[in-house]
């Protein structure tokens, strides 16, 4: 009877399961740590590569706006009264010719004096 009191109750075996499974949960626990990092670094890498593409597309819109002020009829018009330079002539609707495209898809115009 003291026999069996005295020997351990639990086999060998479980408590290298036990070890085994505890590597287990360590490694996943690294690894999930691991990818989690990786996948935060990127979210970060590609909300930085959006606000750039957004400033960028700012910038191009502002670009646009300072174009088209710049080439306006009246603001050149403008410009050139005050350089001086203004020999420009007024155009009447008869002096515009209508140009469609050819057979072959190029356009040509036609000056006319």
């Given at each position: 009877?003291?026999?069996?009191?005295?020997?351990?109750?639990?086999?060998?075996?479980?408590?290298?399961?036990?070890?085994?499974?505890?590597?287990?949960?360590?490694?996943?626990?690294?690894?999930?740590?691991?990818?989690?990092?990786?996948?935060?670094?990127?979210?970060r890498?590609?909300?930085?590569?959006?606000?750039?593409?957004?400033?960028?597309?700012?910038?191009?819109?502002?670009?646009?706006?300072?174009m088209?002020?710049?080439?306006?009829?009246?603001?050149?018009?403008?410009?050139?009264?005050?350089?001086?330079?203004?020999?420009?002539?007024?155009?009447?609707?008869?002096?515009?010719?209508?140009?469609?495209?050819?057979?072959?898809?190029?356009?040509?115009?036609?000056?006319?004096?």
């Open positions: 009877m003291n026999r069996l009191r005295s020997e351990p109750k639990t086999h060998v075996s479980v408590y290298v399961t036990l070890l085994l499974a505890a590597l287990v949960m360590v490694y996943g626990g690294v690894t999930y740590a691991v990818y989690k990092n990786k996948q935060v670094r990127v979210d890498l590609i909300d930085a590569a959006e606000k750039r593409i957004e400033a960028d597309r700012t910038k191009i819109a502002m670009v646009e706006v300072r088209d002020a710049k080439l306006s009829r009246y603001a050149l018009k403008e410009s050139l009264v005050q350089l001086g330079r203004n020999n420009l002539l007024s155009t009447t609707p008869e002096h515009v010719e209508v140009i469609k495209p050819g057979v072959s898809g190029e356009r040509v115009a036609a000056i006319r004096e």
